[in-house]
């Protein structure tokens, strides 16, 4: 039962459950009653997506020493108490609950995403996939 991660807006794949996307923004152009059936997630949780400033720097990272400083400063943000928490429910959850959680980076490997599951992994999360 674990957690995949997934490209909002792509298909969804087998055995993914609930899709959660953990983006500041939802995606443009699109209703919200169809963020679901478009493929872009069920479950909104913008609480765990970088500030935007933050944003800015990751997506602007060109250098391993440039995404190391953004990953230090992520990592910075969801030490807080509220984030913490949140973050010890979906490792818990994923012990016994299928979700995915998602970003709209094609890629992941170079996303947010990728520090998220580090620290989800920290507390003791378990992942499906763990090729991005």
Not at 62 to 89: H, N, V
Not at 98 to 122: M, N, Q, T
Request: glycine share 6%.
């Amino acid at each position: 039962m674990p957690i995949q991660v997934v490209q909002l807006g792509t298909a969804r794949h087998q055995d993914e459950g609930i899709r959660i996307g953990t983006v500041r923004r939802p995606p443009r152009g699109v209703k919200k009653t169809e963020y679901a059936s478009q493929n872009w997630y069920d479950v909104w949780l913008p609480e765990v997506a970088p500030s935007p400033e933050l944003m800015k720097l990751g997506q602007s990272a060109e250098t391993e020493k440039e995404w190391d400083i953004f990953a230090r400063k992520y990592r910075r943000e969801l030490a807080t108490p509220e984030k913490s928490r949140t973050l010890a429910l979906l490792a818990a959850f994923s012990t016994t609950s299928d979700f995915s959680i998602g970003c709209y980076c094609a890629d992941l490997s170079r996303c947010h995403v990728s520090v998220l599951r580090e620290i989800l992994k920290e507390q003791g999360a378990l992942f499906k996939n763990s090729g991005e």
